[in-house]
C-alpha cells in the first residue's frame, strides 16, 4: 500500500472509530447526535433486544467506547464503575472506591449520577461522595483525586469530560464552585478556576474550537454562560441572563449556541420578579443581627425556598444571600441563543433570540437535522427553527402523562425521549413531531440512552438494554 492510501485507510478507520463511540455524556461533544445507521422504531424487553443485562442501581448514562460500555453504580456502599462487553453484554470487571462521605442528594439525583468519559482506552469516573478516578481497559486502577465534600442542595451530578489531554470536572454547589482540569495519564491537576457566581449547578460543559483559535469551554452557570481557555483555564467572554441554577448542556450549530433553564418566574405565576434590596426590607430584620431568620423573611416565596437560598447553611439569610435571591427571581430563563466568541461581557451583542415557553429544567436540547428539539419535564415537546427562535410545532408526547429526566438523543431520522416509568417515544426528525411509536421497559428510567454503531443503549432502575435491528458490521 502506497503512503497516501495508508493515510487515507488510517483517516477512514479514525472516523469510522469516533461515528461507533459514545464516549462522554451525551455523546460527541454531548450533541446527542450519533451517525444514521438504521435503529428500531420498536423495541422492549423482549423485542429487538441484542442483549440486556442486570445491574446494580445508578442514575450515570452509558457510555460506549471501543470494545466497552461503562457505567456507575452504588452497590452494598461501595462506588463503583462498571465495565460491559459491548457485543455479549456480559459484565466484564468491576471497580471500586470507597464512599468517604454520604451527601443528601434529591429524589431524582443518585451517589452514582454523574456519567463517566472514556478517551477510547480508559475510563474517568466522578463520585460526589468520593472524587475522581481512573481505570485502565483492564479495570485496574492508574489513578485517584479525592474530592469535597460538596455542599449541593440536590447532590452533584455534573460529568466530566476528556479534551486535550486533559479531565474537566465542573464542580458547582451553594458555596465554593469551582472547576478543574486533570492531566488524564497521570491525574495531576493542570488548573483550577473558582467560580463564585455559579450555585448549585449540575451542567456539564461542551467544547469550542474557534476557526484559527485555541480550544474553548463552554461552561453554563448561575446566571451566565462563561467560555474558558481549555488549556489554562482563563476566562475569555461571556454572556448573561441565564436562569440561577442550570442543568442543561448547551448545543452548538453554524456560529450559535443554544442554552436553556427554568427560571424562579417561569414556575412561580403570580409573584413579583422584582425584589427589594436588602437595604429597604432591613426593617424586618427584628433583632438588628444583618441578617433574616426564617420568621423575618418579607417575602413569601423565599421562605418556601429558604434551604436553597439558604447558602451557607447557617439559618439565616444574610445581605449577599438575599441578593442572590433577588438575582435568581430577575432572571428570565427559558431557550437562548448566543453567538459564539468575543472577549467580556458578549450579552448584547451575541444574544440572538429568547423563547420562554414549556421550557425544561433537566432534560438537555437536541440539534438535528437543522432543528432545535426541547422535552420539559412534563412531556411538552416543542420543534424551534434554530435561526430565529420561531416555533414549528409543540405538542404532548403520546403516552407522556409522566416526569421526563433524561435527555432526548437522536440517529437514523428518529429521535429517542425517555420518561421515568420508561416509556420511550420515537419522534420523526422532521419537526412536526410525528411519534412514530410508544414503547414501555416497565421500569423506572433517570439515564439519558446512548446510541453507538446501530445500537441502542438503554439503562433502567435495574438492567441495561442493548436495541437493535441486526449484527453489526465488523
Same mark, same amino acid.
Given at each position: 500500500?502506497?503512503?497516501?492510501?495508508?493515510?487515507?485507510?488510517?483517516?477512514?478507520?479514525?472516523?469510522?472509530?469516533?461515528?461507533?463511540?459514545?464516549?462522554?455524556?451525551?455523546?460527541?461533544?454531548? #450533541?446527542?447526535?450519533?451517525?444514521?445507521?438504521?435503529?428500531?422504531?420498536?423495541?422492549?424487553?423482549?423485542?429487538?433486544?441484542?442483549?440486556?443485562?442486570?445491574?446494580?442501581?445508578?442514575?450515570?448514562?452509558?457510555?460506549?467506547?471501543?470494545?466497552?460500555?461503562?457505567?456507575?453504580?452504588?452497590?452494598?456502599?461501595?462506588?463503583?464503575?462498571?465495565?460491559?462487553?459491548?457485543?455479549?453484554?456480559?459484565?466484564?470487571?468491576?471497580?471500586?472506591?470507597?464512599?468517604?462521605?454520604?451527601?443528601?442528594?434529591?429524589?431524582?439525583?443518585?451517589?452514582?449520577?454523574?456519567?463517566?468519559?472514556?478517551?477510547?482506552?480508559?475510563?474517568?469516573?466522578?463520585?460526589?461522595?468520593?472524587?475522581?478516578?481512573?481505570?485502565?481497559?483492564?479495570?485496574?486502577?492508574?489513578?485517584?483525586?479525592?474530592?469535597?465534600?460538596?455542599?449541593?442542595?440536590?447532590?452533584?451530578?455534573?460529568?466530566?469530560? $476528556?479534551?486535550?489531554?486533559?479531565?474537566?470536572?465542573?464542580?458547582?454547589?451553594?458555596?465554593?464552585?469551582?472547576?478543574?482540569?486533570?492531566?488524564? !495519564?497521570?491525574?495531576?491537576?493542570?488548573?483550577?478556576?473558582?467560580?463564585?457566581?455559579?450555585?448549585?449547578?449540575?451542567? #456539564?460543559?461542551?467544547?469550542?474550537?474557534?476557526?484559527?483559535?485555541?480550544?474553548?469551554?463552554?461552561?453554563?452557570?448561575?446566571?451566565?454562560?462563561?467560555?474558558?481557555?481549555?488549556?489554562?483555564?482563563?476566562?475569555?467572554?461571556? $454572556?448573561?441572563?441565564?436562569?440561577?441554577?442550570?442543568?442543561?448542556?448547551?448545543?452548538?450549530?453554524?456560529?450559535?449556541?443554544?442554552?436553556?433553564?427554568?427560571?424562579?418566574?417561569? $414556575?412561580?405565576?403570580?409573584?413579583?420578579?422584582?425584589?427589594?434590596?436588602?437595604?429597604?426590607?432591613?426593617?424586618?430584620?427584628?433583632?438588628?443581627?444583618?441578617?433574616?431568620?426564617?420568621?423575618?423573611?418579607?417575602?413569601?416565596?423565599?421562605?418556601?425556598?429558604?434551604?436553597?437560598?439558604?447558602?451557607?447553611? !447557617?439559618?439565616?439569610? !444574610?445581605? !449577599?444571600?438575599?441578593?442572590?435571591?433577588?438575582?435568581?427571581?430577575?432572571?428570565?430563563?427559558?431557550?437562548?441563543?448566543?453567538?459564539?466568541?468575543?472577549?467580556?461581557?458578549? #450579552?448584547?451583542?451575541?444574544?440572538?433570540?429568547?423563547?420562554?415557553?414549556?421550557?425544561?429544567?433537566?432534560?438537555?436540547?437536541?440539534?438535528?437535522?437543522?432543528?432545535?428539539?426541547?422535552?420539559?419535564?412534563?412531556?411538552?415537546?416543542?420543534?424551534?427553527?434554530?435561526?430565529?427562535?420561531?416555533?414549528?410545532?409543540?405538542?404532548?408526547?403520546?403516552?407522556?402523562?409522566?416526569?421526563?429526566?433524561?435527555?432526548?438523543?437522536?440517529?437514523?431520522?428518529?429521535?429517542?425521549?425517555?420518561?421515568?416509568?420508561?416509556?420511550?417515544?420515537?419522534?420523526?426528525?422532521?419537526?412536526?413531531?410525528?411519534?412514530?411509536?410508544?414503547?414501555?421497559?416497565?421500569?423506572?428510567?433517570?439515564? #439519558?440512552?446512548?446510541?453507538?454503531?446501530?445500537?441502542?443503549?438503554?439503562?433502567?432502575?435495574?438492567?441495561?438494554?442493548?436495541?437493535?435491528?441486526?449484527?453489526?458490521?465488523?
Amino acid at each position: 500500500m502506497t503512503p497516501c492510501l495508508l493515510i487515507l485507510a488510517l483517516l477512514a478507520f479514525a472516523a469510522a472509530s469516533a461515528e461507533s463511540e459514545w464516549a462522554r455524556f451525551r455523546g460527541p461533544n454531548g #450533541t446527542g447526535v450519533a451517525n444514521d445507521r438504521p435503529l428500531p422504531a420498536e423495541f422492549g424487553p423482549a423485542r429487538n433486544v441484542v442483549w440486556k443485562t442486570a445491574l446494580p442501581p445508578g442514575h450515570s448514562s452509558p457510555v460506549v467506547s471501543a470494545d466497552r460500555v461503562f457505567l456507575t453504580a452504588l452497590e452494598d456502599e461501595t462506588l463503583v464503575t462498571i465495565a460491559v462487553d459491548r457485543a455479549t453484554g456480559r459484565i466484564v470487571w468491576k471497580s471500586s472506591v470507597p464512599r468517604r462521605h454520604t451527601l443528601r442528594v434529591d429524589k431524582r439525583n443518585h451517589p452514582a449520577s454523574p456519567t463517566p468519559v472514556s478517551d477510547g482506552e480508559n475510563v474517568y469516573a466522578f463520585f460526589q461522595d468520593f472524587g475522581l478516578v481512573s481505570y485502565d481497559a483492564a479495570g485496574k486502577e492508574r489513578w485517584r483525586m479525592e474530592l469535597g465534600p460538596f455542599d449541593n442542595a440536590y447532590g452533584m451530578a455534573a460529568s466530566p469530560i $476528556v479534551a486535550d489531554g486533559l479531565v474537566v470536572l465542573v464542580c458547582d454547589q451553594s458555596n465554593g464552585s469551582f472547576m478543574i482540569a486533570v492531566e488524564k !495519564d497521570t491525574g495531576r491537576l493542570r488548573w483550577r478556576v473558582e467560580r463564585p457566581e455559579a450555585r448549585t449547578g449540575h451542567s #456539564t460543559p461542551i467544547v469550542y474550537r474557534p476557526a484559527g483559535g485555541p480550544a474553548q469551554l463552554l461552561v453554563p452557570g448561575s446566571f451566565y454562560l462563561t467560555a474558558y481557555a481549555l488549556a489554562t483555564g482563563e476566562k475569555l467572554w461571556w $454572556v448573561q441572563g441565564l436562569a440561577f441554577e442550570m442543568k442543561a448542556t448547551p448545543v452548538m450549530q453554524d456560529g450559535m449556541v443554544y442554552i436553556h433553564g427554568t427560571s424562579a418566574t417561569s $414556575v412561580t405565576d403570580g409573584y413579583d420578579r422584582k425584589i427589594p434590596p436588602f437595604a429597604e426590607v432591613r426593617n424586618h430584620d427584628k433583632d438588628g443581627d444583618g441578617r433574616f431568620a426564617p420568621d423575618e423573611i418579607p417575602d413569601p416565596l423565599a421562605k418556601r425556598w429558604f434551604r436553597l437560598m439558604d447558602l451557607n447553611g !447557617d439559618g439565616y439569610l !444574610d445581605e !449577599d444571600e438575599w441578593a442572590y435571591y433577588r438575582a435568581a427571581r430577575a432572571s428570565q430563563g427559558g431557550m437562548w441563543a448566543f453567538r459564539l466568541g468575543g472577549k467580556g461581557n458578549m #450579552t448584547d451583542e451575541s444574544t440572538v433570540w429568547h423563547y420562554d415557553r414549556s421550557v425544561p429544567q433537566l432534560p438537555s436540547p437536541l440539534l438535528y437535522r437543522d432543528v432545535l428539539y426541547m422535552v420539559n419535564d412534563g412531556g411538552i415537546m416543542t420543534a424551534l427553527d434554530p435561526k430565529t427562535g420561531k416555533a414549528l410545532a409543540q405538542a404532548r408526547l403520546r403516552g407522556a402523562v409522566d416526569a421526563y429526566y433524561a435527555s432526548p438523543v437522536a440517529a437514523d431520522g428518529k429521535i429517542f425521549v425517555v420518561s421515568e416509568t420508561c416509556t420511550v417515544a420515537v419522534v420523526k426528525a422532521d419537526g412536526a413531531l410525528t411519534v412514530m411509536s410508544t414503547n414501555s421497559l416497565d421500569d423506572l428510567c433517570y439515564s #439519558t440512552p446512548a446510541i453507538a454503531d446501530g445500537r441502542l443503549y438503554i439503562r433502567t432502575r435495574n438492567t441495561l438494554y442493548a436495541f437493535g435491528l441486526s449484527q453489526p458490521t465488523p
